[in-house]
């Protein structure tokens, strides 16, 4: 979803990996047919520990800047820190920023996404990049699937990762369902989850 002017977008998810859970709920709206704006919160669960607490509220912004048969967006946004201090994720503030690149046609949309976020800290200070390549594939009018995948470099070598998934979607109206299901190279860790999208 990119959100034309006065539209507002909910966006639940969730994910189930090794001995975590993690909840993400996001709201977007368009200022716009090129601005939007949005707010996020997370929520994180570790059956075997005791890192679980809520995240401190994320902003985002998104800018559509080209509209031909190519779309181009520039993404930005900050986590802002001071959320749970058992979530290292959490303690400190993330800024965001990136460009998503996409085309699509009446069966099939192709996207790919670079991105980086940065945290600053004596300690914990580190940088990420991301490149995130996208293909969707319209089965039916309210059935499609999906493939991702999410190569990461990081000044923490720790943090690396190369993570792939298979998506199904189903349209019902302004409402989509999709269950998803991943694999992270690095851990070697099996991700199940879902989202739940509603466009009011």
């Known amino acids: ?93 993330h800024y965001i920023a990136g460009v998503r690149i996409g085309r699509q046609w009446n069966w099939v949309t192709l996207a790919g996404t670079l991105k980086t976020d940065w945290l600053f800290d004596d300690v914990y200070g580190r940088a990420n990049i991301d490149f995130i390549p996208e293909a969707y594939f319209r089965i039916t009018q309210e059935w499609s699937i999906g493939a991702s995948a999410d190569l990461r470099k990081s000044t923490a070598p720790s943090l690396d990762r190369e993570f792939v998934n298979l998506k199904i979607a189903r349209r019902y109206g302004r409402t989509v369902y999709e269950v998803r299901g991943g694999y992270e190279f690095e851990e070697k860790d099996f991700i199940l989850g879902g989202n739940l999208n509603i466009l009011f």
């Open 1 to 93: 979803f990119f959100n034309a002017k006065g539209d507002f977008l909910s966006r639940t998810s969730g994910d189930l990996w090794h001995s975590n859970l993690r909840f993400k709920q996001a709201f977007s709206f368009g200022l716009t047919d090129s601005f939007n704006i949005g707010a996020n919160i997370k929520y994180h669960e570790n059956f075997n520990g005791k890192d679980d607490g809520f995240s401190n509220v994320g902003i985002t912004a998104e800018y559509r800047v080209g509209r031909d048969s190519v779309l181009t967006d520039l993404l930005f946004g900050v986590d802002l820190g001071g959320g749970s201090r058992k979530v290292e994720e959490f303690r400190k503030t």
